[in-house]
């Protein structure tokens, strides 16, 4: 069975463009949260979705967005980017909605701002 | 202070060694613990899951959480070069989002 797909899976942008990472659950996976990673850092929570709806989010700017699509897939877009969003960008899926619920983890998009 | 401390290391030992991975965390109502295995550049793998204080064994790994010390363990027995790589400890309570620790490297060397 296929993982938790993310794409792309290395991207450069410079300051002050747009991003859109996408991500695809495990088959049969109604959440997904994002998390940011930073280089030397744990994941920070960004932002959780369970069918559909906004379950929560973390502490980021409103420069962070994310939407569920009807098949569960998801997309994180940030604006504006600043050089601290560099980071690798992790999604998480889960039968149900976590943190009860084993989060499976993507390999992670790698974003790199200039 | 931190939610969720965890020396970053990094920890070198010698292949069959054992290892004690450890973090602290400072909220009380932490409930439910969890140990992330990660590889360069790949994402965490969940290895180990409890909830409230005890020891957990799965394989040549054992969890321990202590909680009126707010402590949390991982031990790794006869360590394998294959077990190099980031452990990252994590926590959280009912309905609320996972807080990580910032993970140690650990490299075992044959």
């Known amino acids: 069975d296929a993982g938790v797909t993310q794409s792309p899976t290395h991207l450069i942008k410079t300051r002050g463009q747009h991003v859109t990472l996408r991500c695809s659950p495990i088959s049969g996976h109604k959440s997904v949260s994002w998390y940011q990673q930073v280089l030397g850092q744990g994941p920070q929570f960004i932002f959780q979705y369970y069918e559909k709806e906004e379950r929560g989010r973390g502490n980021f700017p409103d420069r962070f967005s994310a939407r569920q699509f009807p098949n569960y897939s998801s997309e994180l877009n940030v604006n504006a980017l600043l050089l601290g969003d560099s980071a690798l960008y992790l999604c998480?899926?889960?039968?149900?909605?976590?943190?009860?619920?084993?989060?499976?983890f993507g390999p992670g998009t790698r974003l790199l701002v200039l | 202070q931190k939610e969720v401390e965890q020396d970053p290391g990094p920890l070198s030992v010698p292949e069959g060694a054992i290892v004690s991975l450890n973090c602290t965390y400072s909220?009380?109502?932490?409930?439910?613990f969890m140990w992330y295995r990660q590889y360069s550049r790949k994402g965490p793998e969940l290895l180990m899951y409890?909830?409230?204080?005890g020891n957990k064994e799965d394989g040549r790994f054992t969890a321990q959480v202590d909680k009126s010390s707010k402590y949390i363990s991982l031990f790794i027995r006869d360590s394998q070069p294959s077990d190099s790589a980031t452990y990252l400890c994590?926590?959280?309570?009912?309905?609320?989002?996972?807080?990580f620790g910032k993970g140690t490297t650990l490299s075992v060397s044959s």
């Open positions: 909220n009380s109502a932490f409930q439910y």
């Open positions: 998480a899926s889960s039968l149900g909605p976590p943190p009860q619920e084993t989060q499976y």
């Open positions: 409890t909830y409230s204080s």
């Open positions: 994590a926590t959280h309570q009912a309905g609320t989002a996972l807080i």
